[in-house]
T-cell receptor
């Protein structure tokens, strides 16, 4: 089974610019998550989708971050405008629902550097 | 407010010996706990999980112990191998399928 695909792998932008990340989950996985991992910290959930509906976006900075999951498959996460503190690895994960038995499957992430 | 804490940023163990990674949590609503392993430039990989109705779960060389009264869990790796060198994260959730709260991670180094 193909894994969770993310692109790009790396991105460097200047502060106040905008950036978008793309995620393609494992086929058939209804639940999709975006996590932010700042260096030296554990991943932090930004947003959780169930099919194309939002389940939890309580920790998403909505003044600058947005995410969508059209047709319940691929998802994009956008930051506009970026700040220096947004430098992190952005991880996408998906699950079929039995997440706590088998765990989420994470993609390799997108490393964002804001300069 | 760090609800899941891994107080040891790093651990070094000799090959063949036991590795013990520890994790503490503060939220008594957590009912599910997982361990993830992460190599550089890769996403975290699920390792093993345990629900609060159990106090132990084994999978090959990996065993997770849960002490609910102490709000503490640990991951034992026996015997440790150089390929186990990675960052290990513990994570907790209040319900199955819920969002995971991760600890800060412990970097394990297994020396030949």
């Amino acid at each position: 089974e193909a894994g969770v695909a993310q692109s790009p792998r790396y991105k460097i932008i200047e502060k106040r610019q905008s950036v978008a990340f793309w995620c393609n989950p494992i086929s058939g996985h209804a639940t999709l998550y975006w996590y932010q991992q700042i260096l030296g910290q554990g991943p932090k959930l930004l947003i959780q989708f169930q099919n194309n509906g939002v389940v939890d976006d309580s920790q998403l900075p909505k003044d600058r971050f947005s995410a969508e999951r059209l047709k319940g498959v691929d998802s994009t996460l956008k930051i506009q405008p970026a700040k220096l503190e947004d430098s992190a690895v952005y991880l996408c994960a998906s699950s079929a629902g039995e997440a706590l038995n088998y765990g989420y499957t994470f993609g390799s992430g997108t490393r964002l550097t804001v300069v | 407010d760090q609800q899941v804490k891994q107080n040891s940023p790093s651990l070094s163990v000799q090959e063949g010996r036991i590795s013990i990674l520890n994790c503490d949590y503060t939220n008594s609503m957590f009912d599910y706990f997982l361990w993830y392993k992460k190599y550089p430039a890769e996403g975290p990989t699920f390792l093993i999980s345990i629900s609060s109705i159990k106090d132990k779960n084994e999978d090959g060389r990996f065993t997770v112990f849960l002490n609910k009264s102490a709000k503490h869990l640990s991951l034992h790796i026996v015997p440790s191998q150089p390929g186990d060198s990675a960052v290990y994260f513990c994570a907790a959730s209040a319900y199955q399928g819920g969002k995971l709260i991760f600890g800060q991670g412990t970097e394990l180094s297994v020396k030949p």
